[in-house]
């Protein structure tokens, strides 16, 4: 074993990440992926309650707000060993810890540990910015709609608070953006692929970060070092479920089956552990 590393998953609310780490357990259990289990998570709990929902065909409920969670566990194949952290948080903490600019020492800790980073967006939940060309000119009854809403708290817009995101955790992790990152590595993964109704070939996961949030794919390959960063797609379930009506499908399938990666390359891959090692 030559290499080890320690992997931090993190994402805002509902961007899939309970459900991304429900999977990758299953992967591991039915032994479906390249790599294999080495120590598994202490506590199960949270990790059991959904997997139990999802064997019933019914999609895992939201983490709740006062739940902090840590999920650890350890996975290796021959070269490498990956010591997975992730605090199974709802995601309004990612949320209050931009808006507030105040880092817990938990969070402070798993920053600055981890030499590998995990973010899940979820671009079918990222509104469309509205700007002189998508918007054309108001008329009066239009304006006085959108004056109507007013903020209670001035919030960033998804590309802003990505980039403030990756920017407080590298201002943590004590590293400059003036030379490009080398260490931790980024993957983006854009979660729940299979909402895009794309198709499954030809469609690249970077070419949709550059179509949906332009920004954070410029800040991506400014502040990154070219081999230190990659952009894949995630879909954990391969379909959406719902709360209450069980979908028979995906039991029969086996929930361990569901779900792909869709690899920088655009190439479709049922692998799940490949996210999570660079
Ligand atoms: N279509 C589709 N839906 C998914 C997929 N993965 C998760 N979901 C759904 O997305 C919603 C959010 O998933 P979670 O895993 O609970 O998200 P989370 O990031 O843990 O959210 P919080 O706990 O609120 O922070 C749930 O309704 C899931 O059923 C997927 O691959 N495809
Ligand atoms: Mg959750």
Known sequence: MNQSHQLLIIGGPNAGKTHFVCQLY??????????????????????????????????????????????????????????LSFPDYAGEQIRTL???????????E?????????????????????????????????????????????????PSFYIELLQMMLYIKGKSVITPVIEPRLTIALSCWDTLNLSSSGVTPFGELQKRLPFLATFLETAWAHDSWRVCGLSSLGRTLDTKVPDDDFVDEGPETAGYLVLPSGEHDPDLTKLITF
């Not at 931009?98 to 402070?108: C, E, I, M």
């Not at 979820?122 to 469309?128: G, V």
């Not at 304006?143 to 919030?155: G, T, Y």
Request: no cysteine.
């Open 98 to 108: 931009v808006r507030d600019r105040l880092v817990s020492s938990r969070w402070y």
């Open 110 to 158: 798993l920053i600055t540990q981890s030499d590998e980073w995990l973010l899940l967006i979820r671009p079918d939940e990222i509104p469309t910015l509205e700007d002189i060309t998508t918007r054309g000119l108001a008329n009066v009854e239009d304006l006085k709609s959108r004056f109507a809403i007013v903020p209670k708290q001035v919030e960033l817009a998804p």
């Open 26 to 83: 299953n992967r591991l259990d039915a032994k479906r992926s390249t790599y294999h289990m080495v120590t598994a998570p202490l506590d199960l709990t949270v990790i059991k309650s959904v997997i139990g929902r999802l064997a019933q065909g019914l999609s895992g409920e939201h983490t709740e707000s006062g739940l902090n969670e840590e999920i650890n566990f350890v996975v290796a194949n021959k070269y490498k060993e990956i010591a």
